[in-house]
């Protein structure tokens, strides 16, 4: 259960975070239908594609010089084993599940029940909106990155049920989870780079972006050339994650059959079920809104709250998640709160996976950033408790400051920028294009999605490694903290404090 203490008959403190309880919370009894749904639908449609790919012709097969197949072959080398879990000659491609159903959704009434449902666009979707949510995620893109990182994504290894299925993928491992999480973060640059790229085949908006010649790719690309380029690419990989999340519990469920003691269905709900997908949905959108951003010093107006969160809803949508407590900010708040009550819970393989993260991302590119300041990170984000639970050493004091002046520098630039649109239009093109190019490079070109870390009984994620020294321990963290203690309160002193004051960015955060 957590941590949990009311302080009065409707406030309540779950790890740090303090709020009112309303009629708009769930119980864990309420919520618990949840966690045995899931997109059957989807299910499905892998039985249909397994059935599918038997009868194609993989002679015919080519593949880029990259190793991603043709797009229309509907074949891609680093998706999804066979059925029975086995893995493939290497060499030998495996099928892109989402250009299967875009070729051949027609010919099959299951593959169309699906293919209708993404490319009919809902009564609430307004697509002004989502591409206003599409723009504050670059606003803030520097504090929403560490959001996600720390926050998000390795405070959302608190959660004991979806642990089991990550640990089960044996895709956190210290030498691979960085890679998981550029991937996830793909998916995001993927989903935001323009309002076509996540509108489905046959759906055109204008946009109204303003954007500078520079192009999305910041190498002097023709913006009209880059929106044809881009549209769709957000939607298609949607639609593979969607299949990604199918083939992981169609894979542990059939372990599960074979080997009861395997997983407990019982015990920790489906995989990846409707109340998991609503939390991740959550995790990237609500958390960031109400939690971690303002952690940070940053206040989101109601106006980019309500955008961010239909950008979120219509991904949701799209992954063939329930989207009704994602459609307005006080649903959202109130299920993302009763999630923190009743879903985080660190096991010993939350502390393991959280650690994992850790280690992986230290003394790596881009920030060649220690262990010690990435702990940082997760223990202003997450709380004292929390990251206590979670097993992260707490760091020493110079390297909390360092965060605390890293939270001033994205105050300084994130608030600037909403005040002045152009600056605003201009940073957004720029950032683009860097976080496409630096997650590409790392990558090695376009992530497809594709089910390579594959369950298996015996598999799972461990510890691996031992951490070295990266370029700012001990003394020399000292050094430029003192620095930047001296430059920081000459600019206060000149500026009155009132800025400083007013952003409340030193208000207890750890509970």
């Not at 059939?254 to 939390?279: F, M, N, Q, T, W």
Request: some cysteine; charged content about 20%.
């Amino acid at each position: 259960m957590g941590l949990f203490s009311p302080n009065q008959e409707n406030s309540k403190r779950v790890w740090g975070y303090e709020f009112e309880w309303t009629v708009h919370h769930l119980t864990p009894e309420q919520m618990c239908p949840l966690m045995f749904s899931y997109d059957k639908l989807a299910d499905d449609c892998l039985d249909r594609f397994d059935e599918l790919t038997t009868s194609l012709d993989t002679r015919s097969i080519t593949l880029k010089d990259n190793g991603v197949a043709n797009p229309d072959s509907g074949t891609d080398p680093s998706s999804h084993p066979p059925p029975d879990g086995k893995e493939k000659k290497k060499g030998c491609p495996h099928p892109d599940y989402y250009t299967l159903l875009r070729n051949h959704h027609s010919s099959d009434p299951t593959l169309d029940r699906l293919w209708t449902e993404v490319t009919t666009v809902p009564d609430w979707v307004d697509w002004t909106e989502i591409e206003r949510g599409q723009k504050v995620f670059y606003r803030y893109a520097g504090p929403a990155t560490v959001a996600l990182t720390f926050h998000s994504l390795l405070g959302g290894m608190g959660s004991r049920r979806v642990v089991e299925t990550l640990a089960r993928t044996g895709g956190f491992g210290i030498n691979v989870a960085r890679r998981r999480l550029l991937e996830t973060f793909q998916h995001i640059l993927d989903v935001t780079q323009s309002i076509g790229s996540i509108q489905p085949p046959g759906v055109g908006a204008n946009t109204t972006e303003p954007e500078d010649s520079s192009g999305p790719g910041g190498k002097g690309e023709d913006k009209e050339s880059a929106d044809i380029k881009e549209r769709g690419k957000g939607f298609a990989s949607t639609l593979r994650v969607r299949f990604l999340h199918a083939s992981v519990r169609r894979r542990i469920l059939r372990l599960a059959r074979e080997s009861p003691s395997y997983y407990s269905v019982e015990k920790h709900g489906i995989p990846i079920s409707d109340l998991d997908c609503i939390g991740t949905a959550l995790t990237f959108s609500a958390a960031l809104i109400f939690i971690s951003l303002p952690r940070q010093g940053i206040h989101l107006t109601p106006a980019e709250t309500t955008s961010y969160l239909a950008l979120w809803r219509y991904i949701a949508h799209l992954l063939g998640t329930p989207t009704t407590l994602l459609s307005t900010p006080t649903l959202a708040k109130a299920t993302l709160e009763s999630l923190i009550i009743s879903e985080i819970s660190p096991t010993p393989t939350s502390a393991l996976l959280a650690n994992n993260i850790i280690t992986s991302l230290a003394h790596r590119a881009p920030t060649f950033a220690s262990a010690a300041f990435l702990r940082a990170e997760t223990h202003w984000l997450n709380g004292r408790e929390l990251a206590d639970a979670l097993g992260v050493p707490r760091p020493p004091w110079y390297y909390t400051a360092m965060v605390a002046w890293q939270c001033l520098f994205f105050m300084a630039v994130s608030y600037g920028r909403r005040a002045a649109p152009g600056w605003d239009a201009k940073g957004r093109v720029r950032v683009k294009g860097i976080l496409r190019r630096f997650t590409g490079e790392i990558l090695g070109g376009e992530a497809r999605f594709g089910f390579v870390y594959v369950p298996a009984v015996g598999k799972g994620t461990v510890g691996e490694g031992a951490e070295v020294e990266g370029w700012m321990e001990g003394g020399i963290a000292v050094a430029v903290v003192v620095a930047l203690m001296a430059v920081g309160w000459a600019v206060w002193a000149c500026a009155g404090g009132s800025a400083f004051w007013a952003s409340g960015l030193f208000q207890k955060v750890w509970g």
